[in-house]
């Protein structure tokens, strides 16, 4: 929902909170319908938010009704318990997390916007609760419980085990995510928390990776079998004990069902007492931020030379240096790229080589990623790039320019690349192919750092600062695909004499002579990254008016 729809309808909380006190008004009916109404003012005047919003709620529930059959149809099978307990962990492991990695989806997970009203924290506690059952996810965990339940629930007594299960799961998912977010709301409101979210794509992807490795293992190991003792432990993780107490009952094991119940309610009652800690030390505490921090510290005081900053060199160099590298660290988005490259480019060559189905070669994929970040160099300056055309007049300076970065570039590159190679060599028991795999890797490399340094002079582009998953303003995409693809082509084409070497020493049974790919990798590598740079410094000095309008547009 909009900040203003929420602004707008603080005004009607505060009123009828106040008869509420007096017992007038029960504050959980006032906060269902604060909770209705901020959904009807999200949708009023934006087809585009009203067709998300009900195409959103029609794939939920066709993805729901999808579950319920499938769960349903696990009835009577020797795994459902094992499949249902689990996917009530994955289940509630999702509502812990989600708040975390997207908080703007639902700006009522703030709580800090009702510090100013009278309102005690138990009653306020309950409002939320409820009102937080009102919204897509929670008739999500609705069908999947009760899903769930029907898988598992035989005779009179796993039906009546079944009758609090579902709402026990659905409280439990529900309370374990307003208390993360309650816990954290100065985190999901600060530029740490939007760092966060910006990392979520990462962990996804990641999540993607190991569950694609789990599902192999699985299936080649013996199928469902084989997670029963983590199910075994799980069943006893509250919420995941809603669904294995229909399991216990339905088996006769009534006094494991009892025990399980009692996990349940008493974890549920925990939460709930932890929200409201949280929530009356959310209420009562000073935000962080609007404390005076004007003592200066050493730390930043000497920020600008002291610590790891004092290993780079002097001069315009360094300067440039550690801007590009304080980007990767400050700014969210260069550090989303960069987690993600770092991140992805170690996972694929290990993955495939734990699954028997590695390459040495793989490990030139993430140096390939890390390559990326040399294009648009100028657009990762947004408006601020203004500041750097200052200081550029002439080739010569230009030239300067590009090749510090591609030095903040290197600096990172080359030892992950070195890690990355070592580590997949002896994944794949392959140390013969060490250097030759880390020469295609170095050749590789300096080809990007080459067409990277290009395509920022020819194609720059803006990159919006608002919006998490925007990467190019309206009306630049082509400029972006262009400068991106056409530069990852030509890095190809540069580095292919290496990569054709390494094929045929290969094919040739030549493995003796395989290490000259090092060497011969790492002076092709600095000497198109050289002659690169050379290009690029022209270009960029006669055209940075035009380099300046571009990147600025966001």
Not at 110 to 115: C, G, I, Q, T, Y
Not at 270 to 294: K, N, Q
Request: glycine content about 10%; hydrophobic content about 55%.
């Amino acid at each position: 929902m909009s900040a203003a729809s929420a602004s707008a309808s603080a005004p009607a909380a505060a009123t009828a909170a106040a008869p509420a006190a007096a017992g007038a008004v029960d504050l959980t009916s006032v906060f269902v319908r604060l909770k209705l109404s901020l959904l009807r003012n999200g949708l009023k005047g934006s087809s585009k938010r009203k067709a998300a919003y009900f195409s959103s709620l029609a794939l939920a529930l066709v993805v729901a009704c999808f579950a319920m059959l499938g769960l349903a149809v696990l009835h009577g099978n020797a795994h459902a318990g094992t499949v249902v307990v689990l996917l009530a962990a994955i289940l509630a492991l999702g509502w812990t997390f989600m708040p975390l990695f997207f908080p703007s989806g639902d700006e009522t997970l703030d709580p800090s916007r009702l510090v100013m009203l009278p309102l005690r924290p138990r009653p306020l506690v309950r409002a939320l609760l409820a009102s937080s059952l009102v919204g897509i996810g929670p008739l999500f965990t609705v069908c999947l419980a009760v899903g769930s339940v029907v898988a598992v629930a035989r005779g009179a007594a796993g039906i009546v085990a079944a009758v609090p299960a579902v709402p026990l799961l659905v409280l439990g998912c529900v309370t374990l995510a307003r208390a993360v977010a309650t816990a954290n709301v100065r985190l999901l409101t600060s530029r740490k928390g939007r760092d966060l979210a910006l990392l979520s794509g990462l962990l996804i992807a990641v999540g993607a990776q190991v569950a694609n490795f789990a599902s192999q293992r699985l299936f080649q190991s013996g199928g469902l079998a084989q997670l029963e003792p983590v199910e075994a432990v799980v069943r006893w993780l509250p919420p995941a004990t809603a669904v294995g107490m229909v399991d216990s009952a339905s088996k006769g094991s009534y006094g494991v069902a009892a025990a399980q119940l009692a996990v349940t309610v008493l974890a549920l009652v925990l939460l709930l007492r932890f929200w409201e800690r949280s929530l009356t030390t959310l209420m009562v505490t000073p935000d962080g931020s609007t404390i005076a921090a004007s003592k200066p510290s050493a730390k930043r005081e000497s920020a600008g030379g002291a610590g790891v900053w004092s290993f780079l060199p002097g001069g315009r160099a360094g300067a440039v240096m550690q801007r590009t590298l304080r980007y990767v660290v400050r700014d969210p988005k260069t550090k989303s790229a960069w987690v993600t490259a770092l991140a992805i480019g170690l996972i694929i060559p290990v993955f495939n080589a734990l699954q028997g189905t590695g390459s040495l070669y793989l490990a030139c994929f993430g140096t390939g990623m890390l390559g990326m970040q040399m294009y648009n160099q100028f657009g990762q300056d947004t408006s601020a790039f203004w500041m750097v055309a200052q200081t550029i007049s002439t080739p010569r300076e230009a030239f300067a320019e590009l090749r510090a970065r591609a030095y903040a570039l290197a600096l990172v590159t080359v030892p992950y690349t070195v890690v990355v190679t070592a580590v997949t060599a002896a994944l794949v028991h392959n140390w013969g192919g060490f250097p030759a795999a880390l020469g295609v890797g170095l050749a590789l490399l300096g080809s990007m750092l080459c067409t990277g340094a290009l395509a920022s002079a020819h194609f720059p582009y803006s990159i919006p600062t608002e919006g998490a998953f925007k990467n190019v303003v309206p009306g630049q995409a082509g400029l972006a695909w262009a400068g991106i693809f056409g530069g990852m082509l030509a890095s190809a084409v540069i580095c292919s004499p290496v990569i054709v070497l390494a094929v045929y020493l290969s094919v040739a049974d030549h493995s003796s002579l395989t290490w000259i790919l090092l060497p011969l990798g790492t002076a092709w590598g600095t000497l198109a990254t050289w002659a690169g740079l050379r290009l690029a410094a022209p270009t960029v000095a006669r055209k940075l008016p035009e380099i300046l309008l571009a990147v600025s547009k966001g």
